[in-house]
């Protein structure tokens, strides 16, 4: 009951993630008045549409394996608040999330007064994991930008490293409607003298962010130039890589996740801590294979129930359903697939249908949770348009969604090979987990 309090305390913040407040003046006066505990460590920034958990999921393995202690921020969170606060690869505990809101409410409170707009959510989170990180204390903190970058919370850090994944069309009303307008936004995290690990870019987006390093003096490491994937092969609950760091070539690195686009990400992971450690020579390679290979990425492309195979998918713009789907045919060998999809409505809905039709056998549509779910009945007709009426099925509640989806994928001559992929949105990818965790 003591963090349902907290949480509703929260839930009053507005906004939330689906929402931009564009200056720094709040988190700026907060971190002061707690005594700046952002300026007590170092820390590894990420910004991008696609594969910014993931990736500093994979930064903090591999900062555990190199002996060091980090603390992770990241959003959203597919099940609980907690995860958003990590310490040491581990979600915070309850407690401690608790502890750190009371200690931090009165001087919240001091700058809603102060402030013609009050604190919003994810400022208040932000801080709690400054906060957090600095009493614990952490070596280096691995901080994922909640919106852009330019004015989110966490660019009061102005860190050293900063990672930028890759860029597309997402949050479109509130970070511009071209690649160059979103590029500008997430490029505010490049700061004097950093080092910036840039992933594979659009051209559109890449010109915004080269000239935004040269305007600083950042040093660019770009993705298939300084680092990348040198070779990758499938294999049994994972891939087998040989990758191109920044100051060597790391064999036979192990990665229990599925698809290229993880492997593009490892490759970055492994860029940025090399990057962060700052040695004059490569990493020792078996430090850098035990980094990643207990990797996960909760809810991306993840097997949550087998007979027939159940995946979850929070894979909630084109670009990062084209991933998925590329993914889904790299790893897997379904013969008849069955999708799930719980959109939110501001997203590009027609875009994730069209991208989804070639890979799914029939879809059940549904609705998730959030306030800003698309109604079920508006993804019918657009799915109807796309799929056509007779590969398409449709259910008010996510939890029959499931059923019906399972059924769906049995029913033929496909035992084991049939699967379910749940996708769609974050929020329906963490209240799947929890519903196929609770059965």
Not at 29 to 56: E, M, R
Not at 428 to 438: M, V, W
Request: glycine content about 8%; aromatic content about 4%; some cysteine.
């Amino acid at each position: 009951m003591t963090l349902q309090r907290v949480l509703a305390d929260l839930a009053t913040r507005y906004p939330a993630e689906d929402k931009m407040v564009p200056d720094l003046d709040r988190i700026t006066l907060l971190c002061h008045l707690l005594g700046d505990p952002q300026k007590a460590y170092p820390s590894i920034h990420l910004t991008g549409t696609n594969g910014k958990t993931s990736t500093a999921r994979m930064i903090d393995g591999l900062l555990r394996a190199f002996g060091l202690r980090p603390g992770r921020y990241t959003s959203p969170h597919l099940e609980h608040v907690t995860e958003r606060i990590s310490l040491d690869g581990q979600p915070v505990e309850e407690e401690r999330f608790v502890a750190a809101y009371d200690e931090l409410r009165p001087f919240v409170e001091l700058v809603d007064s102060r402030s013609p707009v009050p604190m919003t959510f994810f400022e208040v989170l932000t801080g709690m994991a400054f906060a957090v990180f600095a009493d614990a204390p952490v070596d280096v903190a691995v901080l994922e930008v909640g919106l852009g970058g330019s004015w989110d919370a966490t660019n009061v850090v102005q860190a050293k490293t900063c990672v930028i994944t890759p860029i597309g069309l997402d949050h479109v009303p509130l970070l511009g409607t071209t690649l160059a307008e979103i590029a500008t936004e997430k490029a505010g995290i490049i700061h004097e003298g950093a080092t910036v690990v840039l992933a594979a870019q659009p051209p559109e987006a890449a010109e915004v962010l080269l000239r935004r390093a040269l305007e600083k003096g950042a040093t660019v490491a770009r993705e298939g130039l300084e680092f990348g994937v040198l070779e990758r092969r499938t294999a049994v609950g994972g891939q087998l890589l040989t990758l191109q760091g920044l100051a060597g070539t790391y064999e036979d690195v192990f990665l229990p996740l599925h698809g290229p686009h993880m492997a593009a990400n490892a490759a970055a992971a492994l860029a940025a801590v090399e990057a962060f450690l700052g040695g004059a020579g490569a990493l020792d390679p078996e430090a850098v294979r035990e980094g990643f290979v207990d990797a996960t990425a909760p809810g991306r492309l993840e097997v949550v129930r087998t007979s027939p195979t159940v995946l979850v998918d929070a894979s909630h713009n084109r670009a990062g359903m084209e991933a998925t789907v590329a993914a889904l045919a790299d790893a897997f060998r379904f013969t008849r697939l069955v999708g799930v999809l719980a959109v939110l409505g501001d997203k590009d809905v027609r875009g994730l249908l069209e991208v989804l039709e070639p890979a799914l056998a029939a879809v059940v549509v549904t609705q998730n949770g959030s306030p800003r779910a698309l109604p079920v009945d508006d993804l019918h007709q657009l799915a109807l348009e796309i799929f056509g009426e007779d590969r398409v099925s449709v259910e008010d509640r996510l939890d029959d969604a499931l059923d019906s989806a399972v059924t769906l994928a049995e029913d033929g001559d496909d035992f084991g090979t049939a699967g379910v992929l749940v996708t769609g949105s974050v929020v329906t990818a963490g209240e799947a987990r929890l519903l196929l965790k609770a059965r």
